[in-house]
């Protein structure tokens, strides 16, 4: 597995990598650690190693999610504002 660096954030401010593409690589990582952790040859001490990356990549990925999520709802609040009429 090559890991290659990717700036955060573009010179324009935009983030570098969309969520798809996070989730993507978040994806790779558990898979890989995922097998290496359930490897016959591997160690005890690598396999709790292995699983800890298989825990955190998969936190990542739900933070990920819950803040599209929470986008998303933001963007239908927005929608249901103008087709109602903000009433505050």
């Known amino acids: 597995m090559v890991v290659q660096w990717v700036p955060l954030e573009k ?13 993507v690589s978040l994806r790779i990582v558990i898979d890989n650690a995922f097998e290496k952790a359930n490897l016959r040859n591997t160690q005890n001490g690598e396999r709790i190693k292995w699983n800890r990356v298989v825990i955190q990549a998969g936190q990542v990925a739900a933070l990920v999610l819950r803040d599209a999520d929470l986008d998303d709802l933001q963007d239908r609040i927005e929608q249901l504002e103008k087709l109602g009429g903000n009433k505050n």
């Not at 010179?11 to 969520?19: C, H, I, N, Q, T």
């Open 11 to 23: 010179p324009d401010g935009k983030p570098a990598l969309s969520r798809e593409e996070v989730l």
